[in-house]
């Protein structure tokens, strides 16, 4: 079993930084992508950033890209999301996630993430 522990989560003002954090247990992550996805109210849950086992290769969705930057260390088996120049539109809960596979592909859609974190919310003001 993985646990998934998100945290970093809050409230700001547009234009804010916050930098969530998602913590793994009971078992080594570091073959493994993790990938970061958000749920507004009403809204499907959507892909936001997803990193290969080294960190090495990252993908973004669009409307973050330039602005958010996932990383990770494996050595603390957590994996971090560093968000800058918020938007209210941003607002959701955000959640963690394991690939399902381990090796080098990243994955961005939720069916390819097999545990997930309780999620944190983060609420951006206008």
């Known amino acids: 079993q993985v646990q998934l522990v998100e945290s970093g989560g809050g409230l700001v003002q547009a234009g804010g930084s916050l930098r969530l954090s998602c913590e793994a247990s009971?078992?080594?992550?570091?073959?493994?992508?993790m990938g970061w996805f958000r749920q507004a109210p009403g809204k499907e849950r959507e892909f936001v950033a997803c990193?290969?086992?080294?960190?090495?290769?990252?993908s973004y969705a669009e409307s973050v890209k330039g602005r958010f930057t996932i990383s990770r260390e494996n050595a603390k088996n957590t994996a971090y999301l560093q968000m800058i120049s918020l938007k209210p539109e941003d607002t959701a809960v955000y959640y963690c996630?394991?690939?399902?596979?381990?090796?080098?592909?990243?994955?961005?859609?939720?069916?390819?993430?097999?545990?997930w974190g309780q999620g944190t919310q983060v609420t951006v003001s206008s």
């Open positions: 996630a394991k690939s399902r596979l381990y090796g080098n592909m990243i994955y961005r859609a939720t069916g390819d993430y097999d545990y």
């Open positions: 009971g078992r080594t992550l570091n073959v493994y992508s």
């Open positions: 990193i290969n086992w080294n960190g090495a290769t990252t």
